[in-house]
């Protein structure tokens, strides 16, 4: 027999727990089924959160180092960069987030049930627990949240010893001389500068002809010349024939590429070549489901599957694949089911990627505010032209702002650098709000701080004004 529940969220990600912490709210019965150990799903235990603060320590040894003229940094790096030393922070962390998620399911009333998940039918959910019991959930309606897991190409041997993927990457007990990333997305370039910032001689191998193609050309230009700046070691338009150990004492990486390298050497690889969909075990077509083209589940504006009753969200619907996306995907499910309103300022959603230095934007940047209005005007405030960038010894950097083409409407914000993942907000507010330059120019902002150069960069495009 079947325990019935109003909604049945499969997955325990940024997805599937907001959404079902949103049908709980909304007075309904919800439950979680998650098939790992605990719940938070890829974004705490392999994704965002243990990246993020193995990024942090570094960056707080890094500043120390470039405030101090290089004397408190080299005491610093050598008793904190200690592999193990900066993991014991990073399981600290993912412990803390995991407690905090599960105990926000339990205060809401979320059912959770641990246990891999399939469909029997469109509306029925066999859960198989580790312990090997079955038992089944019912649900008036269901959320796919079952997110992504990294995908290992033909001829790369990930054997997590020698050759990792973004989910055994930080599983190494100590740092390597040497490492090749293959790839140039966003988790390709963050793990790559965060070596590189520790010391470790970085290459990328990555078959675009720049890293991060979505963002704007100044950005990843920016990210590459830093990346070169700190040792690492880009090779654009190449693609890995094959990546594994040699047996003896170093992994090997064969080139397909006409620029002339053949074959790059490294003590260890990070694959960072894609993702794919955590579907394999669903048994999708007992619900009448299908997946697409890319093996995503594919979704309509408001979230639902092909079946109108099964909504997905997060990951498993493909881009963004942003944890902050996959939160807002998960809650907008949930209130078209229930027919609630939705809110509107999800549609100037921003990016952050947290390579060292750090990326953001928002709205559009400048080629696409070109191509929707035949033209625009662009204003800019390097960090070097800030008293908080001097102070804080911030060399690399910009708030990049883009207007439309009278240049009075702020329609875009690019920046680089240190904050940059806070800044933008600034700009994102200003965007869904339909603020005008002039607003930011009549703005008083704190000194000394980083934000004020939206001022400085208003400034620009106002000089720049037909
Ligand atoms: C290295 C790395 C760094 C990242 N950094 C950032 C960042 O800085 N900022 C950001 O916004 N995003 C970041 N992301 C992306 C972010 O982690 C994802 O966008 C987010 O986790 C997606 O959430 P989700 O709920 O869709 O899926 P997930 O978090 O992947 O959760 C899916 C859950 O479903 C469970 N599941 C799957 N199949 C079944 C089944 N059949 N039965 C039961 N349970 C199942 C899985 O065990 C998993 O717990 C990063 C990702 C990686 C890999």
């Not at 998960?330 to 089911?337: F, L, M, Q």
Request: proline residues 4%; negative net charge.
């Amino acid at each position: 027999v079947s325990e019935r529940f109003d909604f049945v969220v499969i997955g325990s990600g940024p997805a599937g727990q907001k959404a079902a912490i949103c049908a709980a709210k909304a007075g309904k019965r919800a439950l979680v089924i998650e098939r790992a150990r605990a719940v938070g799903g890829a974004c705490v235990h392999h994704g965002t959160i243990p990246s993020k603060t193995l990024r942090e320590t570094v960056l707080a040894v890094r500043g120390l180092a470039r405030r101090s003229g290089g004397a408190m940094g080299r005491m610093a790096a050598s008793s904190s960069t200690e592999i193990r030393g900066l993991m014991t922070r990073v399981e600290r962390v993912i412990g803390a987030h995991e407690d905090y998620i599960a105990t926000q399911l339990a205060r809401n009333g979320v059912a959770v049930w641990h246990g891999q998940a399939r469909f029997v039918s469109a509306h029925e959910i066999e859960v198989r627990a580790p312990s090997g019991s079955v038992s089944r959930a019912w649900g008036d309606h269901v959320v796919l949240a079952v997110g992504t897991r990294p995908r290992t190409p033909p001829g790369v041997d990930v054997d997590h010893e020698h050759v990792f993927d973004s989910d055994s990457i930080l599983s190494m007990t100590y740092l390597p001389r040497s490492m090749v990333v293959l790839g140039g997305g966003v988790i390709a370039c963050e793990y790559a500068s965060i070596f590189a910032a520790l010391g470790v001689e970085v290459t990328i191998v990555d078959s675009g002809a720049r890293p991060m193609a979505f963002l704007d050309p100044e950005l990843t230009s920016g990210f590459v010349d830093a990346f070169r700046a700190h040792g690492g070691r880009y090779l654009a338009s190449c693609r890995a024939k094959s990546a594994r150990h040699d047996g003896l004492a170093e992994c090997e990486i064969v080139l397909d590429n006409p620029a002339g390298h053949e074959r790059v050497t490294a003590e260890k690889i990070l694959c960072a070549l894609g993702r794919v969909a955590n579907v394999d075990a669903l048994a999708l077509e007992a619900a009448g489901l299908a997946t697409n083209d890319r093996g995503l589940i594919a979704v309509d504006d408001e979230g639902r599957t092909a079946v109108p009753h099964i909504y997905a969200a997060g990951d498993v619907i493909g881009p963004p694949a942003l944890a902050s996306a996959a939160m807002e995907q998960g809650r907008h499910a949930i209130r078209h089911a229930l027919g609630l309103p939705s809110g509107t300022a999800a549609s100037v959603s921003p990016i952050g990627v947290y390579t060292i230095p750090e990326i953001a934007s928002v709205g559009l940047s400048e080629s696409e505010a070109l191509a929707r209005f035949g033209g625009c005007v662009v204003g800019r405030a390097p960090y070097r032209e800030l008293a908080r960038a001097h102070i804080a010894a911030l060399d690399d950097g910009f708030i990049k702002l883009v207007a439309d083409p009278a240049g009075e409407k702020l329609v875009g914000v690019q920046v680089l650098g240190d904050g940059a993942s806070e800044l933008v907000h600034v700009g994102q507010m200003a965007i869904a709000g339909g603020l005008e330059i002039d607003a930011l120019i009549e703005t008083s902002f704190n000194f000394p701080t980083l934000a004020e150069g939206y001022r400085v960069a208003a400034l620009d495009v106002v000089k720049r004004r037909p």
